[in-house]
């Protein structure tokens, strides 16, 4: 069975991008279960699929994050590989879809989690925003904290893969991919046509498609009023030809094949730090 895409939950496990996108593994109310079934359902996935890429927000809750490390620490498993990416809710769907269409094809489970890290420099993702008071992921200067405070301010925020932030107005942009791309768009509780609109064409995007936003995107970008977008590479032949010209290693600790200088599973360092790719 091919290597368990897991995510924590629904609202993360984006429509398939393709005929072989293979579906999500979702961990619903992961905190909320008996430790005992959470384990028990954990021990499960790794029977059935030999290894697990849990694919997590870093806005999720914490008792959904203690509860992973506990799993994990309990297990004693090298098996199970915590993902958590600096990518807002939207993007880090995205990233999730993307290994869920590589899961399908010959990658072994420490390649394909390893190509997380790699894939997560290709996806722009950001929000419009109704206010900026909250926002603390993405530098903010004091005139623009001003600023949101008057009625009807928008802005425009990129916060990956370089933050950028602009307040709308006539002929206001962020910067984006200087390759082919399509969106994804999540709208919240904000009205308005300028990512579907003006920054889409701006990013001559190739094709736009819409999905209800994510419950972790309020937490993440410090307020529901927002239109949330991710411009990401669909094809899988992409990526897999991104991910196999990258050249593969052995983790010297747990002996998986990865890429990269840093194993996902057993979290150690390449001694030698050869054919490294940045830290996502």
């Known amino acids: 069975m091919p290597t368990a895409i897991a995510v924590t939950s629904a609202d993360m496990a984006l429509p398939p991008q393709d005929e072989r996108t293979l579906p999500a593994v979702v ?3 992961l905190d909320r279960q008996p430790l005992e079934q959470a384990l028990a359902g954990m021990q499960g996935l790794i029977d059935q699929h030999g290894h697990v890429v849990v694919v997590c927000s870093q ?16 297990l004693e498993s090298d098996r199970i590989a915590l993902f958590r990416p600096d990518l807002p809710p939207l993007g880090l769907a995205v990233l999730a879809r993307q290994l869920r269409q590589l899961a399908s094809c010959d990658l072994s489970p420490g390649v394909l989690a390893s190509a997380g890290r790699l894939l997560t420099h290709y996806i722009h993702a950001g929000a419009l925003l109704g206010s900026v008071a909250r926002l603390d992921r993405v530098p903010v200067g004091l005139k623009s904290h001003a600023k949101s405070w008057v009625p009807g301010s928008q802005f425009g925020v990129l916060a990956h893969p370089e933050p950028q932030l602009v ?12 390759f082919g791309t399509w969106m994804l768009v999540a709208k919240g509780q ?11 064409k701006d990013w001559n995007v190739q094709g ?8 972790e995107s309020a937490v993440w970008w410090g307020t529901g009023k927002l239109i949330e977008f991710a411009a990401y590479l669909p094809d899988l032949s992409v990526l897999y030809q991104l991910v196999t010209s990258v050249r593969q290693g052995t983790c010297h600790w747990c002996g998986i094949d990865v890429i990269g200088d840093r194993c996902v599973f057993c979290s150690a360092t390449s001694p030698y730090h050869e054919n490294q790719i940045p830290a996502g």
């Open 167 to 178: 307040r709308i107005g006539p002929g206001a942009t962020l910067s984006g991919p200087e």
């Open 208 to 215: 736009l498609r819409e999905t209800a936003a994510p419950a």
């Open 190 to 200: 904000l009205q308005s046509d300028w990512v579907a609109g003006t920054l889409a």
């Open 59 to 74: 806005a999720v809750s914490r008792g959904v994050e203690r509860r992973l490390h506990t799993i994990r620490s309990l």
């Open 27 to 29: 961990l619903q109310d």
